[in-house]
């Protein structure tokens, strides 16, 4: 108490000391800061109570690794290491030292480009086929086993074909994404078209909407739950491929980085990438999920 | 004179895993227009698929539906139905919903300007004008409903279909939607055929009360007509002789003649 005291009195004492000439007006508002803090505090307590145990967690997560990997002898780098060995990679994501060296930004760029173009036609794809396959019980029963089935092929198993197919790398890195996120699309898709209410669709015939007019209004609409949550366990798998698909495809991507990275032995900056994989992938699904809270605002909630 | 609606011998079989089932046999009924006609019977007789036939969301097995000497073979705008669980678009604000129906309808034919006016109008029909840009999730259920009747009301339809519109309703909303829907039939003579399961709700608005036998192959048992003057009044019904009549009629034909079996 005492304590405190003390230091209200060196505040108002340096306020009063920066602005001599005023000290008429400052002594009115060293009584209101009360008022002003107890309706700060709030506020305050809200925003520490949201940082403060993910910070304490993170601080201990790195306590305890430093203290796992301090011997020298130690075959993985500590957190002090991986700082002082890969800082400008951290201090620095968009460095141009040559055409190989880099910063990690430039690496998540390119790698985030071929995950925009086979996530975007997997999109686009899976959502028409899921429509189209979702219109029918026969096509829905039909192609559900073929979907489930490769639906569980892992992405690097699709890459020898790709490679075959398509002779180069980038365009089979592409096609790697877009065929391990497809199919969440276009199974959630189909099942969203399948499941429109009859009151729906009875809506919709006595409006006597036409093909066009019911695809926009009626089924985009009420399938988007169903189609937003395909996305976004496909932005996942997506950000998964492309990592694994460019450790062996080369080129400029953070896969590639990390390959590389661990054939001449700099630990350091493998972590430093696994740090950008998470975070990026991260932000990827927070994206998805914020589109679809915009999107179907009041669809989710009847 | 050719009636305006004709329901025609009208029979429907449903047909599930190899085993049919009749559920209407031979239902004929002449409807004039500007008639408010009510069809009532036990839960499951068939009266939600009579309605859809006449909407044309389903087809009759034998015989079939005239409207103004046209064959009814498919829905469309000129039978509005007003479903039983409001069925609005859940991504839709009220106004938008109604807007959906009109821009349909009347897209050809008036101005936006115009449409624009037509919704506010259907809506302020109903009360339900300052509640335009709710979503059907931040209503309550009777205000619900009225958007549904506002929809189809704006739809300007020849026929009214409403399948037991104030079913889910509690009895104050109930009595006050009844009210408002007489005031709407009183101010624009449409025809309408309403579906219930309330004997009161029956005598108090309907021109004419159609009985349904139970089913399987339900059919009309009785039609009884109840002529009270209009407008009608609740408060002073109760002591009506012709009210009380009717009701005893119709209480008389479902729970004394046709009592309700537990199918299952
Ligand atoms: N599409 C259908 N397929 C098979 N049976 C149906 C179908 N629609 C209705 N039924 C049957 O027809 C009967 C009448 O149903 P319904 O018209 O909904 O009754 P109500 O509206 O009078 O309660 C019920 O026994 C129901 O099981
Ligand atoms: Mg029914």
């Keep these: 108490m005492a304590n405190s005291m003390l230091k209200l009195k060196t505040v108002s004492e340096g306020v009063a000391a920066a602005a001599p000439v005023a000290t008429a007006s400052v002594v009115p508002l060293a009584r209101k800061p009360p008022p002003l803090s107890a309706r700060l505090l709030p506020v305050a307590q809200k925003i520490a109570a949201a940082t403060v145990p993910p910070l304490i967690i993170a ?53 985030l480009q071929r995950v925009a173009i086979g996530f975007g036609l997997a999109a686009v794809v899976g959502v028409a086929v899921g429509t189209v396959v979702g219109q029918s019980v026969w096509a829905m029963r039909g192609f559900d086993p073929l979907f489930q089935v490769l639906r569980t092929v892992p992405p690097l198993a699709w890459l020898p074909i790709s490679l075959a197919a398509f002779r180069d790398a980038s365009p089979s890195a592409i096609f790697v994404i877009f065929v391990t996120s497809i199919w969440p699309i276009l199974i959630n898709t189909a099942v969203g078209i399948r499941n429109i209410p009859q009151d729906y669709r009875n809506v919709a015939r006595v409006l006597r909407l036409n093909h066009l007019e019911f695809f926009v209004k009626i089924m985009v609409p009420s399938a988007a739950p169903y189609i937003f949550t395909g996305l976004r366990i496909g932005i996942g798998l997506a950000w998964l491929a492309i990592v694994a698909a460019e450790m062996l495809t080369g080129g400029v991507g953070i896969g590639f980085f990390i390959w590389d990275a661990w054939n001449s032995s700099r630990l350091p900056d493998i972590v430093v990438a696994l740090a950008y994989i998470g975070g990026v992938g991260f932000l990827l699904d927070r994206l998805v999920a914020g589109a679809a809270v915009l999107v179907t605002r009041g669809t989710a909630s009847n | 004179m050719n009636p305006y609606l004709k329901i025609d011998h009208v029979g ?80 839709l604000t009220v106004y938008e919903n109604v807007a959906l129906a009109v821009d349909k309808v009347f897209g050809g034919k008036r101005s936006r300007a115009e449409r624009r006016e037509w919704i506010m109008e259907n809506l302020a029909l109903v009360n339900m004008a300052h509640a335009k840009d709710k979503r059907p999730a931040e209503i309550s259920g009777g205000m619900k409903q009225r958007v549904g009747i506002a929809r189809a009301l704006a739809m300007e339809p020849k026929i009214l279909l409403l399948d037991e519109p104030f079913g889910a309703l509690d009895a104050l909303t109930r009595a006050h939607l009844q009210d408002q829907v007489m005031e709407i039939h009183a101010r624009l003579n449409n025809t309408m055929i309403m579906i219930t399961h309330d004997v009161d709700e029956a005598v108090l608005l309907s021109d004419r009360i159609v009985m349904m036998t139970n089913g399987p192959a339900a059919t009309i ?21 012709e009210y009380n009549r009717c009701r005893a009629a119709v209480l008389e034909f479902l729970y004394a003649r046709n009592r309700f079996v537990e199918a299952a």
């Design chain 1, 59 to 111: 601080a201990l997560f790195l306590l305890v690794w430093e203290m796992a990997c301090w011997s020298p002898t130690s075959s993985l780098p500590p957190p002090s290491r991986v700082w002082s060995e890969a800082k400008d990679l951290i201090v620095d994501p968009f460095f141009v030292a040559g055409t190989q060296d880099i910063g990690l930004g430039w690496r998540v760029l390119t790698s």
């Design chain 2, 12 to 91: 429907i079989s449903f047909s599930r895993a190899g085993a049919t089932t009749e559920v209407l046999r031979d239902v004929t009924l002449k409807i004039q227009q500007g008639e408010y006609v009510s069809i009532i019977g036990h839960s499951g007789c068939g009266k939600s698929t009579l309605l859809n036939i006449v909407a044309g969301l389903l087809r009759a097995s034998t015989g079939g539906v005239l409207l103004e000497e046209h064959e009814v073979d498919e829905p469309g705008p000129d039978r509005a139905v007003v479903f039983q669980n409001h069925s609005l678009l859940p991504w």
């Design chain 2, 221 to 241: 048992g009785e039609v009884l007509t109840v002529a009270l003057a209009r407008p009608r009044r609740r408060l002073e019904l109760v002591d009506n002789h």
